[in-house]
Structures are given as structure tokens and as C-alpha cells.
T-cell receptor
Framework: AAGVIQSPRHLIKEKRETATLKCYPI?????VYWYQQGPGQDPQFLIS???????DKGSIPDRFSAQQFSDYHSELNMSSLELGDSALYFC????????????FGSGTQLSVL | DAKTTQPNSMESNEEEPVHLPCNHS???????IHWYRQLPSQGPEYVIH???SNVNNRMASLAIAEDRKSSTLILHRATLRDAAVYYC?????????????FGTGTLLAVQP
């Protein structure tokens, strides 16, 4: 069965650079969620999209932005990268029916040097 | 979102049952109890969820207290592959989105 696809798997950037992470949800899933997980931390919700509109917002820094496209894939854009942005970034998808479970991708490991 | 409290870590032996507790004394009537787990270097994975009645699926069972202030995830026969962080999460069934707010889960170690 198709799963949530994230790219790239690993990304190395330097301070003040920009990064773009991509997420391809499971077919027919219209909602995408982004999470950040620092070393030894629990996943923190950043933002979610439904039908290309932002549906919920968590602790996403102003330096980050995200969008969902017409094919439902989503991109997380990160600018002016800081050392503290080094983390595992997960994308998840689900249908928007109440109480649907989330399916997570394998994540993108971002290292900021 | 209502909070949950779980032990930081637990240990089990392979092929023995494991009972992972979760306290959620401030749960509201519309909160569903969800369990996810995260294996090392992987994204979280759905395990089970329920509202009031006990639930069973091929992965686990969920026992919910009558007053709903606590619940227990039951792995009937632990395997080495069950070693993971287990998260108990409350989610409002009326919520506009299905987002999950992760707290501090239980790190389960399984000994051979």
C-alpha cells in the first residue's frame, strides 16, 4: 500500500540558508500535517492543511512557511536556518473525516551546521 | 487539549503481556483516547483508539476505565519489534482537524 512519501530523507544546510521539505500524502488523503522532532524530544505539531487551506497552526516559527498544492502534496519552506532547527521533520496525512488516524512518513532529517 | 500522564519507561520480557497505563483525569466527554507508537528512527504509527468501550485490533487491546479517567494499552505478547515510545493522546472527536498533540510517552524496552 502507498505510504506518505517525504523528500529528501536527509538534508544538510548551513546557518542562514534556506531549505524546502516535500511531502506527498497517501492518495485520496486531503489533509496534511507537519511535525518537528528535536533530538530526544517528542514530536511537536507545526501546521496542517486541508484542501490547500491552512487548517490549524501550532508552534511554527515565523521563518517557516508551508503550503499545500492542487495535487495535495505539501512543502515546508524554512528560511534563515538556525542551529536549533536541526531536527527530524515528519509529515502525516489523513482524510478529514472525524477521528481518522494519521499516517506518518519516515521523516526528513535536517542538520544545520 | 486535555493532558495525559504516562510512565517515562517500562520494561518487559519477550512473549509476555505488557500493560501500558495512561492517566487522563481531565478528559472530556467528546475526547477519544488514541495510542500511537514510534519505533527508533521512524515516524509515529497508529496503534488503536477508543471512546468508552474496550477495543481490540490485531496490534493491541485498549482497556478504558469506567470513569474514563485512565486507560491501558495491552500488548498481548511483546516482541523485540514492539520496543518503541508509546504515546497516549486525547483528541476531541468534534475537532475541526485530526491533528495530534504529543506529550511525553512511555519508552518500552523488551528484553529477549
Amino acid at each position: 500500500a502507498a505510504g506518505v512519501i517525504q523528500s529528501p530523507r536527509h538534508l544538510i544546510k548551513e546557518k542562514r540558508e534556506t531549505a524546502t521539505l516535500k511531502c506527498y500524502p497517501i492518495p485520496r488523503h486531503d489533509t496534511v500535517y507537519w511535525y518537528q522532532q528535536g533530538p530526544g524530544q517528542d514530536p511537536q505539531f507545526l501546521i496542517s492543511f486541508y484542501e490547500k487551506m491552512q487548517s490549524d497552526k501550532g508552534s511554527i516559527p515565523d521563518r517557516f512557511s508551508a503550503q499545500q498544492f492542487s495535487d495535495y502534496h505539501s512543502e515546508l519552506n524554512m528560511s534563515s536556518l538556525e542551529l536549533g532547527d536541526s531536527a527530524l521533520y515528519f509529515c502525516a496525512s489523513s482524510p478529514l473525516r472525524p477521528n481518522e488516524k494519521l499516517f506518518f512518513g519516515s521523516g526528513t532529517q535536517l542538520s544545520v551546521l | 487539549d486535555a493532558k495525559t500522564t504516562q510512565p517515562n519507561s517500562m520494561e518487559s520480557n519477550e512473549e509476555e503481556p505488557v500493560h501500558l497505563p495512561c492517566n487522563h483525569s481531565t478528559i472530556s466527554g467528546t475526547d477519544y483516547i488514541h495510542w500511537y507508537r514510534q519505533l527508533p528512527s521512524q515516524g509515529p504509527e497508529y496503534v488503536i483508539h477508543g471512546l468508552t468501550s474496550n477495543v481490540n485490533n490485531r496490534m493491541a487491546s485498549l482497556a478504558i476505565a469506567e470513569d474514563r479517567k485512565s486507560s491501558t494499552l495491552i500488548l498481548h505478547r511483546a516482541t523485540l519489534r514492539d520496543a518503541a515510545v508509546y504515546y497516549c493522546i486525547l483528541r476531541d472527536g468534534r475537532g475541526a482537524t485530526n491533528k495530534l498533540i504529543f506529550g511525553t510517552g512511555t519508552l518500552l524496552a523488551v528484553q529477549p
